[in-house]
């Protein structure tokens, strides 16, 4: 009887021999092939994984096998991730779809395998903050600085939208000296060393300055007697200002570029407004009473 376990592979030249009770004898040669065992390795596929988040580790297993067991791996891993012992761990630092083929190889050089698909996906990236202050035309804008969580390696930030006139955005930092107003709808990227992206949308709105005129008031004048020149300036207003003036004057003043002048042949109070329009339409206005008196008549 020829049985047993067998637990080497190969070909066996063997002869088996009868030998009767006068010694006299008969056999037969043959050879007992003992074959490779099907080894199964499981798991037949693994879970996907994210790029800066570690891997929760696949131990591989087979079925078949006889003694020591010796595990290899086919094909590229993503930078950071390892294989060992059968174990396949890490932290993916590169995104992509890696074919990967696991083998288990027995003490009789016999082997089984399994393939499949490593993809790492994008982490989410969120870019903060998520709106950003208004800011007033020809007054320094704060700073306003972008960061991000989720990126990996290496992060490029990148503006989408128009921005008024004197601002800037470079390496995530919004700022400048807004000259324009209006509102500016922006998107803030941010991009990783993988070419994966997050980014944030808002307005940013630039409002008008506060346009102060001075003098505030006048000197009163006489008629008939030339009226002391009086330049209306202005702070706050942002290129080019434009002046006007609402009101009536009395016969023979006038008002240009901001300067009221003349010699007034009317005598009373006039209510006037004196406007100072920027070149983005921001307005500032005084308001306040010409008064023109008698002249000293002499007979």
Known sequence: VL???????GTYPLTVTATDKNNCQGSVSFDLVINCPVITVTPASVSSGTAGVAYADVTFNQTGGVGTIAWSLAGALPTGMGFDGGVLSGTPLDT????LTVTATDQNNCQGNVSFDLVINCPAITVTPATAPAGTAGVAY???????????????????????????????????LPLDTGTYPLTVTATDQNNCQGSVSFDLVINCPAITITPASVPSGTAGVPYADVPFGQTGGVGAITWSLAGALPTGMGFAGGVLSGTPLDTGTFPLTVTAIDQNSCL??????????????TL
């Open 284 to 297: 500032g206005s005084v308001s306040f009473d010409l008064v023109i008196d008698c002249p000293t008549i």
């Open 96 to 99: 992509g779809t890696y074919p």
């Open 3 to 9: 049985g047993g376990l067998p637990l080497d592979t």
């Open 142 to 176: 704060p700073d306003v600085t972008f960061s991000q969580t989720g990126g990996v390696g290496t992060i490029t930030w990148s503006l989408g939208g128009a921005l008024p006139t004197g601002m800037s955005f470079n390496a995530g930092v919004l700022g400048g």
